[in-house]
DNA sequence: CATGAATGAGGGTTCATTCAT
DNA sequence: GATGAATGAACCCTCATTCAT
């Protein structure tokens, strides 16, 4: 399997991009790593660039299984929400990984597609199920789907950077967007 | 002016950091950005590290002036929000280099600290102005100051990333927390 | 042939600190002699010091031919030292490279043990004649075999640094140790 | 006193040397031990080669009360031998200057000219006192002044190296030149 | 005398990449 | 596909020295 070879590789890169960032990237160590020379490493990937989009590649490609779903708008987007804070606490370095791909976006196009072609699908889901909520009367207080969508978005990438405040950051959100209505007493007393 | 040296100094990383992050801040090309020989640099900068230090303090220092303030918590934060929302638009250079330090402190105790500190302001502020807001009864929806602050924080965090969506996510976050009772009808502030 | 060219780079640097030391000793120089670029060099030896390491491996080994044997103690300790005197005529660069090592071991511990180890085979050989020596009555003078190989390993040490004079200093100290018995009235060997 | 300056430069430098050698000198350090800005150290000498040269005669000069002696030849050589032994002794760093001064030697004509001035004086003094005793009888064996003095120079030149070995070297010296005749029986057992 | 800013040559080391085997 | 030797550009940093103040 010539194919499993490339996966190991990612996999490594992904790990190392992890703990290190990919400024720390270094294609000598993903190759010791998998125990090959690193000579042969560019048999597989090229360049270190290919390296760096198939480590983009795999990492969005595991957020393929927190699509909200089911018919109650408010039920849906809470069940993401909770599912995202879970991934974060679960996974810290997938979000790890995804905020130094974030920043390597910025002066690389090609990274920086495969994260539009990401966040494009979540972007739309998220529209889609705040625009149904607002369809339903789901919200607590006026919602735009798509400034909703963005603040989610804003704030899933902000709260990924300290994975500890995660559980305040989504419970809140839940709250101001799908609790407020039913429930304002609980507001604590500081 | 014997000090002008080192302020130009950090001001000329501070902008290859905007531009190039700090994996490609290059000694060599801050002290020719200054007119000065690279190993000049190290006469006001015995290290990189020094110099990076030196950036972290001057970004965080120009954060001082959007502390919220006034007698009512919601016009307050109202303020703050779209403060920060112009300071996005209008310097969205400050922010790159925000980013860039949020990430490098993950692996520089230096940068984390001088983040750490710039941020526990930032939060306290945050705090108190909901816990007022709490008080007064400002929100429209149940918040937790905490929370609250935290959600403010890592939306600012995610919003940054995209100064063209600042807008609407801030506008959205007014919404949610301070349009919520008076205007359930559309809560966009473009 | 793949240790060729390490065996090469360490004979070059050999030749750079018989002239020059090793503070003169330049990485980008050897190389250069060997005629390859000076990464290459570090593709061999990781660390300038391990280039250094492998120095005084090479050089204390171009000294395993000189252990003195026969069964007389006076004429094996004889041409053991004329073999040194030799030694020190005909190769210069040895002895000079010798002195480096010998000043480089004191903040170098590496290179310390290196020469601690040569030197331990050494003063045993020594000692082991002269204590023989002093079993059969070959000496004209009253010998402590310890101090004695001390003595002979200092007077070595200290002729090395001027070759020219080493004839008349091995030449006193045979005249002293074997001589003196038999022959009162000139002791010099030229 | 404007040469006080001088003579603390001096002093320091020659401390360095001690602990560094000169592959470890630094005028910066140098001139931070004394309490002044580097940059002036250079008025007070203009290249580093000044201070080299100024340690070279700093460190001859303060060998100059160990001169041999007394009406006896045997009882001044042996005076000096001990003086000697009881100097590499007290004063490590003189020798370990020393060491350092004639490796420079090698390499440094200025230096090399002080060394030499040194050592004729030295070897002067000890040609006379062994010729002295050759003409009085005072050896138990054949002895070459001029080569005596040169074994015995080698002999100090290499103890130095080794401190805790110079009592056994001086001693078996001592023996082999002085006690021989007198007492051959004290020869140890191994 | 003293300082601090500036210089420039050079130091060892890193790393992605290439090529012959 | 795999290896090891080789490359070259670039990196941060050091240090003796000079010069204006």
């Given at each position: 399997m010539r194919s499993d070879r490339r996966e190991q590789l990612v996999v490594a890169a992904y790990r190392r991009v992890a703990e290190a960032g990919f400024e720390g990237l270094r294609l000598r160590q993903v190759a010791e790593d998998v125990g090959i020379d690193h000579s042969t490493l560019h048999h597989h990937f090229a360049t270190k660039q290919d390296l760096v989009d198939a480590v983009a590649e795999y990492t969005t490609r595991q957020?393929?299984?927190?699509a909200p779903q089911g018919p109650d708008p408010a039920v849906a987007l809470r069940e993401h929400l909770q599912a995202l804070c879970r991934l974060i606490e679960d996974r810290p370095d997938l979000f790890a990984v995804t905020v130094e791909l974030d920043l390597r976006a910025r002066r690389d196009p090609a990274v920086a597609a495969a994260m539009a072609r990401h966040e494009a699908g979540w972007r739309e889901v998220l529209t889609t199920v705040l625009a149904e909520g607002v369809a339903h009367g789901s919200w607590s207080v006026p919602v735009d789907a798509a400034a909703g969508a963005e603040l989610v978005i804003a704030a899933v990438k902000g709260a990924r950077l300290v994975p500890e405040v995660a559980g305040q950051v989504f419970g809140q959100l839940e709250a101001l967007l799908i609790d407020g209505a039913q429930d304002h007493a609980k507001g604590e007393r500081p």
């Open positions: 957020f393929w299984t927190t």
